[in-house]
């Protein structure tokens, strides 16, 4: 079982800045690939960013440019900055990590078998 415990979210203004950050209690040698998620008040969980074991990444369209997905697997912890924030990127902020090969970037939602807690990030206009 692996658990993953975000913090970070709050309350920003349109323009603003936050940063995420998603520790998993995981072994460091183990391979995992590593997202965020977001769900809006009415609507479905979608995936916003993910991460490989090796760095490679993944963006939707609409965070593209704004938000950046790190990781320091030292510390077994991935990182979303979110910079020119819009109303429209509230919602409850999920961390996910699921086993893959360390190269690969899951995009499925369904394959992640491991979920945070959930963390709201609330952007006023």
């Known amino acids: 079982q692996v658990q993953l415990v975000e913090s970070g979210g709050g309350l920003v203004q349109a323009g603003g800045s936050l940063r995420l950050s998603c520790a998993a209690d995981v072994r460091t040698s183990t391979s995992y690939c590593m997202a965020w998620f977001r769900q809006a008040p009415g609507k479905e969980r979608e995936l916003v960013t993910a991460?490989?074991?090796?760095?490679?990444?993944y963006y939707t369209d609409s965070v593209k440019g704004r938000f950046t997905i790190s990781r320091d697997n030292t510390k077994n912890t991935v990182y979303l900055q979110m910079n020119s924030l819009k109303p429209e990127d509230t919602a409850v902020y999920y961390c996910a990590a699921v086993l893959s090969p360390r190269i690969v970037v899951v995009t499925k939602t369904a394959a992640y078998d491991y979920w945070g807690q959930g963390t709201q990030v609330t952007v006023s206009s």
């Open positions: 991460i490989s074991w090796s760095g490679n990444t």
